[in-house]
Nanobody, 126 residues
Framework: VQLQASGGGLVQAGGSLRLSCSISGRTSSSGVLGWFRQAPGKEREFVAAIRWNDRSTYYADSVKGRFTISTDNAKSTVYLQMNSLKLEDTAVYSC????????????????????WGQGTQVTVSS
């Protein structure tokens, strides 16, 4: 399974960006796809995740109501729509996948994911 993240860039506070994660080689109909981010000097943190089987979505409290994770009908791309961006959203965003349909607490842990794409930089300016 290969993941390719794209869509990052520079945006002013209050603006929007949409990140994409293209997925190839996936054969399982179960599992989860997550977005994580890492700011300079900080640990990687969970942002959002979606289950393949029923498209249930999960969000970090810090992005709830501002970010939306979704997938296309073919489930070959997962999107992260980011609205009302804040300075503290600045980070490298990475998508990750797991064939395991983890319980909610586990899908928020980066260690639960086996496949990782390269990161895409999101910079929010004032």
């Amino acid at each position: 399974v290969q993941l390719q993240a794209s869509g990052g860039g520079l945006v002013q506070a209050g603006g929007s960006l949409r990140l994409s994660c293209s997925i190839s080689g996936r054969t399982s109909s179960s599992g989860v796809l997550g977005w994580f981010r890492q700011a300079p000097g900080k640990e990687r943190e969970f942002v959002a995740a979606i289950r393949w089987n029923d498209r249930s979505t999960y969000y970090a409290d810090s992005v709830k109501g501002r970010f939306t994770i979704s997938t296309d009908n073919a489930k070959s791309t997962v999107y992260l729509q980011m609205n009302s961006l804040k300075l503290e959203d600045t980070a490298v965003y990475s998508c990750a996948g797991s064939p395991t349909n983890w319980i909610t607490s586990a899908l928020k842990r980066s260690s639960s994911y086996f496949y990782w794409g390269q990161g895409t930089q999101v910079t929010v300016s004032s």
